[in-house]
């Protein structure tokens, strides 16, 4: 069977050349980077090349670099960290409806400490106006977090202007720029980006390696104490391997991206352009032109989202979907409902992220497949019966489960 | 994630479709929970002679819809009426412990169904 993977979004497959990088730190190079003798010292240094790779990706300097293990640690780090630090010039935060839960729930979470926030609504391609940003700004606020670019919808954020708000107001903007890193250029300082967010795996790096940039002399208390890496902003031994991996992923990612990003978006458009004439009633998310290379976020009307992925993944096509039946929480993704679709349509989401090594046979092998598997599951569907009628699809009675209004 | 058995019963699933002037009809779910199931009875002598469902919702939902209809076909109204979710889940060899709430509506849309065509046989007398 071909095997067709549309799910960069989730992860990247390793860079054979990251892998070979970490090897030797799996294996004869175990020492601790801050131990006193080679094997310490070949560890610190591999690291210190790392942080230079990872810096010169998004255009920092390697000081300004904290590794951690994942960007929803990076985030967490950047959210609470930054606010913590901040306590005494004010305690509310800024952040938008369609942010990761890395960010939500942090937020969230600071509540309990007497911290306030706001939830930042976004249009209907998932954009935040920088107008809106400025009015809900309050003399208390310390930190806006907005995301640079949604893994769900593609859409990337106008960060330039809402930077630009951020400084004028005198307040800190964090930006989580998981879905961006290994998609668009990123230069934080250029943007004057205070924390910026991302991880190894969007960028065909090892899992278990994530990064916070901050820009240099920004105040920030660390989640983990008790140890002098980082900087003393993140205590515990170095994942040496992992931290190399990303490093060496960083560099390749670097030179190649534009050819990367350059094959992804022609693969996606010709799916944006092929997909409407093969399948009827297919609505596509996020924004026309501000979007992800390579990143196709639509709703197959009637039919629902894992439903889809089971079927797909019986061909051998992997890809993601924000119905809630997919989440373990059985909640529809927060991004889609965000934007104003509707639960059903929401549940009828199908995401696929294409990557580097995608070509237009596994494209092809897509479209070959794709339309027989939404016709038999519409065949299964009710709401489909119910269209072809010419009724109302989501008249239903509610026989179980209570409309859910928590939000 | 799913038991071979689910997969099954998701990849060919029985008595999909509809009853022309079917003798019950159920409708259980609601979009926010995700799970939308129709199911079509055709009532003989007090025995289920032909069972139809349509389902929009997960693999779990489709298999569950599938069993059900299974489980009912030939039995009496009284024995189809006490087939549980339970049962339904346990035929299928169990499904995932965070399914078994929002998708396993399979057996409540058949005695909505049957609900239907005893009010009707009332309004009938």
Redesign the interface.
């Given at each position: 069977m071909r095997h067709v993977y549309f799910d960069h979004a989730n992860s990247t497959p390793l860079l054979p050349e990251a892998c070979a990088a970490m090897l030797p730190f799996l294996n004869q190079e175990f020492g601790n980077p801050q131990s006193f003798h080679r094997l310490g010292e070949t560890a610190r240094k591999a690291i210190n090349i790392a942080r230079e790779q990872v810096a010169s990706l998004i255009a920092a300097l390697p000081g300004s670099i904290i590794f951690t293990a994942s960007a929803s640690e990076s985030n967490n780090l950047a959210i609470k960290g930054l606010v913590l630090a901040n306590r005494a010039k004010g305690n509310h935060i800024i952040v938008s409806t369609i942010e990761h839960h890395s960010v939500l729930e942090p937020v969230k979470g600071l509540r309990r400490l007497g911290f306030e926030f706001t939830l930042l609504g976004v249009d209907r391609y998932g954009q935040v106006d920088p107008r809106e940003l400025s009015q809900a700004i309050r003399p208390d606020t310390i930190l806006v977090s907005i995301m640079h670019a949604n893994n769900e919808i593609g859409t990337i954020q106008p960060l330039k202007e809402l930077i630009g708000v951020c400084h004028e107001k005198g307040v800190l903007i964090h930006s989580d720029g998981t879905a961006a890193v290994g998609r668009i250029p990123v230069n934080v300082t250029e943007l004057e980006l205070d924390a910026y967010s991302f991880s190894a795996q969007s960028f065909y790096g090892p899992k278990g390696a994530g990064a916070l940039y901050l820009k240099p002399k920004t105040r920030i208390l660390p989640l983990i104490e008790g140890g002098i890496q980082e900087q003393g902003r993140r205590a515990g031994t170095e994942n040496v391997a992992a931290i190399v991996g990303m490093g060496k992923a960083a560099e390749i990612c670097q030179s190649r991206l534009p050819a990367w990003a350059e094959q992804m978006q022609r693969l996606a458009e010709r799916l944006y352009d092929e997909l409407p004439k093969r399948v009827p009633r297919l609505v596509f998310n996020g924004h026309p032109t501000e979007h992800l290379p390579g990143v196709v976020s639509l709703c197959v009307e009637f039919v629902e989202g894992e439903a889809l992925l089971l079927c797909l993944d019986d061909e051998g096509i992997a890809a993601a979907s924000g119905s809630a039946c997919t989440a373990r929480t059985l909640k529809a993704s927060h991004v889609l409902l965000a934007i104003g679709l509707d639960h059903a349509l929401a549940q009828s989401s199908l995401l696929l992220s294409l990557g580097k090594d995608n070509t237009s046979d596994d494209v092809d092998y897509f479209l070959d497949r794709f339309p027989p598997i939404v016709e038999r599951l519409r065949q299964l569907s009710p709401l489909y019966a119910r269209h072809l009628k010419g009724e109302d699809p989501y008249a239903f009675k509610t026989g179980q489960g209570d409309d859910d209004k928590e939000n | 994630m799913?038991s071979e058995k689910v997969?099954e019963h998701?990849?060919n699933?029985r008595n999909?479709g509809?009853i022309e002037n079917p003798d019950g009809i159920?409708?259980?779910?609601?979009?926010?929970?995700?799970?939308?199931?129709?199911f079509y009875i055709k009532v003989d002598n007090g025995i289920i002679t032909d069972v139809k469902f349509?389902?929009?919702?997960?693999?779990?939902?489709?298999a569950v819809s599938s069993m059900v209809s299974e489980m009912a076909k030939g039995r009496t109204i009284a024995e189809a009426l006490k087939i549980t979710n339970e049962q339904v889940a346990q035929e299928l060899g169990g499904l995932p412990p965070?399914?078994l709430h929002?998708?396993n509506?399979g057996a409540?849309?058949l005695h909505?169904a049957i609900q239907d065509y005893l009010k009707k046989q009332e309004q009938k007398k």
């Open positions: - | 799913y997969m998701f990849r699933p999909v509809e159920g409708e259980v779910g609601n979009p926010v929970c995700g799970d939308m199931m129709t349509k389902t929009f919702g997960c693999g779990a939902a489709i965070h399914k929002c998708s509506l409540d849309a909505a």
